[in-house]
């Protein structure tokens, strides 16, 4: 009996990937554990292993394909015995979802193949235009985006559409340069401003690049963020000699077993260390609840090419240095390859982004959903600063907490950053 190969779900929160690679055709032979796919999520490419043992019969998922929701039948498998050529599709012979193409960035799932695949569905939030006698035109994103682009009066086209919907099929056969009507002053037509008109784009060279699914994911996380999470942002300055001074000494009595502690590995156990003593600020908000953790869990931000993912560094508050320091080699180095395992990068109960490396002197970071606390490490340089009563130069790093006031009051935050401060100052804490 053939076997439905599935969409499967690489992590807790997966709903739907990109099928980025096939790595196996029709005909070939699979046994369980053997690498079938390469399906992009929200957060990493992952390898799909197959399950159970067979002939790949049909592939009924083109690679490429996007927004394939989790369970749907991506390919056949026929069992042993069975003759490829007798295998029907598992599931029937209804198309996959097809391919994004460059000119049609909608994230909806895709309809069947019948007359109109992708533009079926349009937007209710989206009102169609108005002929200049007042009868309402009905024209698909897509066709109406074309139209715009060429100079096209929708109000002279015929859809072929159902219920004589203008589709982008009716636009590009239509005569170029019949410029639709100007909005009239009493009814203006807003132009968004995350969706720029061809017009504005023609005075600018430019290339079109499709946003791959992590992009989608940081782009929709942290416009929440910011939309739904009131920020408060505090910053203070700590002095860093002292913390050099024994990363040096601890990095030459590491030498011999192959460690060397970054200034940023310091920063995690100190944060780690700073949320177990301030409690308040180890917080989630969820509603009508708070959640309160008893460990300190810190993602910790690493840019990668396709954009940033947080791999975290559990209990960092008890962890030894010299663990930190091996563990985040390890995280970041997989991290860049996409082949970090779903628990290692969801979750955490406060995060760490340190651009101090890039010279940035100070920034304030947008918090991670849901956690309640971010914070943001600027470059540590020569500064005058006040030691002892007396002004002398000193190596000084600005560091800035941003806090989810739904959760954290400013004093417990003040608090958190008060710690922070201190345990740089006096290091010797965190290896204790």
Known sequence: MPIAIQMPALSPTMEEGTLAKW?????????????????????????FEA?????????????????????TII????????????????????????????????????????????????PARTPAPAASGGDRIVASPLAKRIAEQKGVDLSSLKGSGPNGRIVKADVEGAETGAAAPAPSAAAPTPTSAAAPTEAQD????????????????????????????????????????????????????????????????????????????VPACNVQFAGDTMLKFSRADVSVAVSIPNGLITPIVTDAGSKAVS?????????????????LAPEEYQ????????????????FEAVI???QGMIMAIGAGDKRPYVVDDALRVASVMSATGSFDHRAIDGADGAQLMKAFKEMIEAPLGLVA
């Open 23 to 47: 790595l196996v055709k029709v005909g070939d032979k699979v046994s369980s554990g053997d690498i079938m796919a390469e399906i992009e999520t929200d957060k990493a490419t992952m390898e």
């Open 323 to 339: 663990k930190i320091s091996t563990e985040m080699k390890d995280l970041a180095g997989r991290a860049k390859e996409g082949k």
């Open 368 to 370: 991670n959903p849901p």
């Open 347 to 362: 979750g955490g109960t406060a995060s760490l982004s340190n651009m101090g490396m890039f010279g940035i002197k100070q």
């Open 75 to 122: 390919a056949t498998l026929a069992e042993e015995g069975e003759d490829v050529s007798d295998v029907e599709p598992a599931g029937g012979a209804a198309p996959a979802p097809t391919p994004a193409s460059s000119e049609d960035k909608s994230e909806a799932p895709a309809e069947p193949a019948k007359a109109e695949p992708r533009e079926s569905a349009e």
């Open 202 to 277: 023609f005075s600018i060279p430019h290339e079109v690049e499709k946003l791959s699914s992590m992009r989608k994911t940081i782009a929709r996380r942290l416009t929440e963020s910011k939309q739904q999470v009131p920020h408060i942002y505090l910053t203070v300055d700590i002095r860093l000699d002292a913390l050099l001074k024994l990363r040096g000494e601890l990095n030459a009595a590491l030498e011999p077993q192959g460690v060397k502690l970054s200034v940023n590995d310091l920063m995690i156990k100190a944060l780690g260390k700073s949320l177990e003593a």
């Open 51 to 71: 399950v159970d043992e067979g002939t790949i019969a049909h592939i009924q998922v083109d690679e490429g394909t996007e927004g394939v929701q989790v369970g």
